[in-house]
Nanobody, 128 residues
Framework: QVQLVESGGGWVQPGGSLRLSCAAFTFTLDYYVIGWFRQAPGKEREGVGCVSSGSDGSTPNIDSVKGRFTISRDNAKNTVYLQMDSLKPEDTAVYYC????????????????????WGQGTQVTVSS
């Protein structure tokens, strides 16, 4: 049973923007820590950032995306977003959202083992 659905991926030129969505239909996302991850071909899954339960959003601080990506929630839509600006070719990857602890805090670094429900992923390709 699919519990999380990501959308919003696609192809974009360097310098462009995309907003990824992570929606849930059987439980309330605001109760949980939500993490965003990405996996490029031949590389390990990388934690991009996370947002604490009850928090409106956060700013990822890993060097590779600092100042360019932000995470936000829309509780009315039961959706978490990953806004990606100033995209670079090295941002090309499959992006995943995942559910972490209930009533928890975003813990850095964002480690996949702390998240137990995953979406199917959405492809982001940055190229000219």
């Amino acid at each position: 049973q699919v519990q999380l659905v990501e959308s919003g991926g696609g192809w974009v030129q360097p310098g462009g923007s995309l907003r990824l969505s992570c929606a849930a239909f059987t439980f309330t996302l605001d109760y949980y820590v939500i993490g965003w991850f990405r996996q490029a071909p031949g590389k390990e899954r990388e934690g991009v950032g996370c947002v604490s339960s009850g928090s409106d959003g956060s700013t990822p601080n890993i060097d590779s995306v600092k100042g360019r990506f932000t995470i936000s929630r829309d509780n009315a839509k039961n959706t978490v977003y990953l806004q990606m600006d100033s995209l670079k070719p090295e941002d090309t990857a499959v992006y995943y959202c995942a559910v972490g602890p209930k009533y928890g805090q975003c813990v850095l670094p964002v480690l996949p083992l702390l998240y137990d429900r995953w979406g199917q992923g959405t492809q982001v390709t940055v190229s000219s």
